[in-house]
């Protein structure tokens, strides 16, 4: 198994820019393609993108597309979000995973392990 652990969370206004990143322990991280995923207050549990295990593949949901990005560093064992032109409706606690799969998944029944979480608040 594999232990993640979301940081970077916090409050920014609406433009600004955060990094998030997740930190795997147990099992190396390259086993994994790594995805995040949020949820606002209110609503289901939503993807965000998706990074194979290699890193060269990458995935996004249509709201941060041109605005987000995943990448990965598995020497450091730590995946990263890269989070720009940040809007109010990003707001939501941040959910890193980890799935069994290569590919970079977008589904969130692919995922195995999942992180705490970490709050990102947008102010308009």
């Known amino acids: 198994q594999v232990h993640l652990v979301e940081n970077g969370g916090g409050l920014v206004q609406t433009g600004g820019s955060l990094r998030l990143s997740c930190g795997a322990s147990?099992?190396?991280?390259?086993?994994?393609?790594m995805g995040w995923f949020r949820q606002a207050p209110g609503k289901e549990r939503e993807f965000v993108a998706a990074i194979s295990r290699s890193g060269a593949s990458t995935y996004y949901t249509d709201s941060v597309k041109g605005r987000f990005t995943i990448s990965r560093d598995n020497a450091k064992n730590t995946v990263y979000l890269q989070m720009n032109i940040l809007k109010p409706e990003d707001t939501a606690v941040y959910y890193c995973a980890a799935s069994l799969a290569f590919r970079a998944v977008y589904t969130a029944p692919d995922y195995h392990y999942w992180g705490q979480g970490t709050q990102v608040t947008v102010s308009s």
């Open positions: 147990g099992r190396t991280s390259s086993d994994y393609a």
